[in-house]
């Protein structure tokens, strides 16, 4: 996939589609998934399984089943459901929980706990009581767990496949239109995500959710004005929700119109003071502003209403980022350190993890980077079979992808350090063998920021194309862009310039880039 606006995609080498022949047999998957929308593919005969007692979705001919041994079971799976599409995720945990303790085989509410949760105890446990319940419930039922089952175990292409298997038995249906919409966003596969989009829109043009997710979507692909557009049109189905003025917020913020983002997120938290989203991105907007003080501010009222470990450690390291964007790095360290221990103590073991890869991203001597990644990894390891192995081995390629680009090599002449050498073949390794598109995403990333190292830009292009979200990447793609006089290095750097979303690679990339561009203009 690449952003449209600047037409990055080419065709690739022979020794790139050696290498990645994994990935495309997800994007193959992924290609089925889209000629379902395109082609209208019938639904398959319904199953004869016994009649549910709810069900979460319907099409115009059946519903989706739902087993279950109790009724108020199913009313708790559907509320939840509701809150789910909601964004009101903490609230959808709890009905989910609430009905596996009425029907402890309730396969679909672990299930969707497993896909929800931010606890990784409770994200292992549920998935593996989805799995030993599967055998009781109807096969759509079971291509659902699969499906979710099989991303979470790092089975993409199991689980892509059980979700475009469950997607030609109810083409039709809203809300699996919605859900899978809204799995193929968080893999930044905004192509396949539209055209889910828009048939649950079909189905249903007042279907509040789904325009939320049209409108995040345009906003990814560079339409703000169409992102602007489907957001009011959510604010305007659901009023006195508070995520429908997060959201439009978001687009505001993405749009550089800060102000105005502040206040919808502080009206969505008049709605509902305990909403923590909103809470958590008034730190992103200050953070994106350069108020890092306001943003640190907002980011310990976030982390005390948030409802789950996971969440309040993510949000202390949120706040440490401040303190990288403002060059404070003695600072940066402490916070870091900080938000590694409220993980730890939390067993958040990827979050603490994480924690230390992140400070060996800024560390000035690659020496103290490499000590930061070996405790990074050696954490990981460690706690191995307590995390989702999509999430561990998500985790492991970005530790990898960060010693590949501390350890580059001195000169475009100069041989490949042992530790980058090694790094890059397992990462290589990883991306071939059927995992996740985040995994190969970041093989490509880097792989292509060797190459610019190497001042091989031509050869370094379709590797840095594909990791179309990842600022570092966008960076030197812009480099080899300009060094092979490519006509899309100035559409590019505008994207680069708007760029709006907060991470880590944001913190170190974006206000440097903004500053040196500046420079480059001022020099003109």
Known sequence: MAFNSSGWKQPAPLPLLMKTLGRFLLLALLGVVSSILISGANAAAQNDAPAPQAATTSNATREFPITTSSAAAARYF???????????????????????????????????????TTDTAEESDSRSKAKAAISA???????????????????YVEGIAAMNDLMAE???????????????????????????TLRALAADPTYATAYNQLGYLYSRMGENDKALEAMGKYVKLLPNEPNPHDSYAEMLRLAGRFDEALAHYRMALKIDPTFYISQKELGETYAL???????RKEYAKA???APSPGLKAEYAQKSALTYVRDKKYTEADRAFLEAAKRAHDSEQWVWEARAYHDMAMYQPDSAVANQSLDRADGLLAAHK??????????????????????????????????????????????????????????????????????????AAIPHLQED?????SIKLLIVAYRKTHNADADALRDKLLAWRMPSAEEALVV??????????????
Not at 410 to 435: F, H, R, T
Not at 511 to 524: M, N, T, Y
């Open 78 to 116: 559907e509320v939840g459901m509701q809150h789910f599409e909601n964004h009101r995720w903490n609230f959808a945990l709890h009905d989910w929980r609430e009905a596996v303790q009425l029907d402890p085989q309730f396969a679909l509410a672990y299930a969707w706990i497993c896909f929800t």
């Open 137 to 155: 419930v109807t096969p759509p039922e079971q291509l659902m767990v699969k499906w979710i089952v099989g991303v979470h175990e790092n089975r």
């Open 170 to 196: 109810y083409p039709g249906d809203k809300r699996l239109n919605f859900l899978a919409g809204y799995w193929l966003f968080r893999q930044d596969q905004y192509e396949p995500s539209r055209k889910f």
């Open 289 to 295: 502003m350069g108020d890092g003080e306001k943003a």
């Open 303 to 305: 982390i005390h209403e």
């Open 385 to 458: 079979d307590a995390v989702a192995k999509v999430d561990f081995d998500e985790e492991h390629a970005r530790i990898l992808r960060t010693r590949i680009e501390r350890n580059l090599p001195a000169g475009p002449k100069a041989p490949l350090k042992p530790l980058a050498q090694d790094a890059l073949a397992e990462l290589e390794e990883m991306a071939i063998s059927g995992s996740s598109i985040a995994i190969a995403r970041t093989a490509h990333g880097a792989e292509g920021t060797l190459l610019v190292a190497q001042q091989k830009f031509k």
């Open 468 to 472: 179309y979200i990842n600022p570092e």
């Open 511 to 524: 206000p440097d880039f903004r500053s040196h561009e500046g420079s480059l203009a001022a020099q003109k």
